[in-house]
């Protein structure tokens, strides 16, 4: 039997910001809505209109824009300020799926929701910061020195994608171990102990 080859082009639903709003449409689970005036998108549910659906991305190439944080509203540039603004006090979790607001989160292994890491529940420690719809998190197994990091974006209407990892002790990336936290200032990743200076830990040694 003979074989083809199909050259094609996807391309998604869009419109302006506008169109948008006026038509207010039901997306379908999974579709993607792009406004080409803002350069913003929004993935359906399939059952939320596109006013209850959250912006998952600001497309601009200056990258580093938001929706808000540190007080700010509208389309804001994240700066290493706004960042430091935010409290060093993290709010303790059991359940990922609350750790939706602008700030830092941690919890122990047995909370809800967090990525599957193959931990031992009898210890360890997941760091997280939520910055509008996208979430971080770093967590460490004390007992199996297993190391996990990853993201996911929270879609609105207690949707979340899944999480992806981009560091992990069993894949043979490492972080950077640090003693202070305000020297962890160049591009990558790190881990400390619980003591560590400047670290967002709710309490203290």
């Known amino acids: 039997m003979a074989e083809y080859t199909i050259q094609a082009r996807q391309q998604q639903r869009s419109d302006t910001a506008a169109n948008w709003t006026a038509a207010n449409p039901v997306l379908l689970c999974g579709e993607?809505?792009?406004?080409?005036?803002?350069r913003k998108w929004k993935i359906g549910d399939g059952a939320s209109a596109w006013s209850a659906l959250a912006y998952q991305a600001d497309g601009?190439?200056?990258?580093?824009?938001?929706?808000?944080v540190n007080g700010k509203t509208g389309a804001v540039t994240l700066t290493a300020a706004d960042v430091s603004a935010l409290s060093k006090t993290a709010q303790a979790v059991t359940?990922?799926?609350?750790?939706?607001?602008?700030?830092l989160y941690t919890s122990d292994l047995t909370a809800q929701n967090l990525p599957d890491m193959e931990a031992?529940?009898?210890?360890?420690?997941?760091?997280?910061?939520?910055?509008?719809?996208?979430?971080?998190?770093?967590?460490?197994?004390?007992?199996?020195?297993?190391?996990?990091?990853?993201?996911?974006?929270?879609?609105?209407?207690?949707?979340?994608?899944?999480?992806?990892?981009?560091?992990?002790?069993?894949?043979?990336?490492?972080?950077?171990?640090?003693?202070?936290?305000?020297?962890?200032?160049?591009?990558?990743?790190?881990?400390?102990?619980?003591?560590?200076?400047?670290?967002?830990?709710?309490?203290?040694?």
Do not use: K
């Open 60 to 68: 601009t190439v200056s990258g580093g824009a938001v929706e808000s």
């Open 32 to 38: 993607i809505g792009f406004e080409r005036d803002t």
């Open 120 to 205: 031992d529940s009898s210890g360890g420690v997941c760091n997280g910061l939520t910055i509008n719809d996208a979430q971080f998190i770093m967590c460490s197994d004390y007992s199996m020195m297993n190391i996990w990091a990853g993201y996911r974006h929270y879609m609105g209407s207690g949707y979340f994608t899944e999480w992806t990892q981009f560091l992990s002790s069993s894949s043979g990336f490492s972080a950077i171990t640090v003693t202070d936290w305000n020297n962890a200032t160049q591009t990558g990743f790190y881990t400390s102990n619980a003591d560590a200076d400047n670290a967002p830990y709710p309490y203290t040694y």
């Open 95 to 103: 359940n990922w799926d609350t750790a939706t607001n602008t700030g």
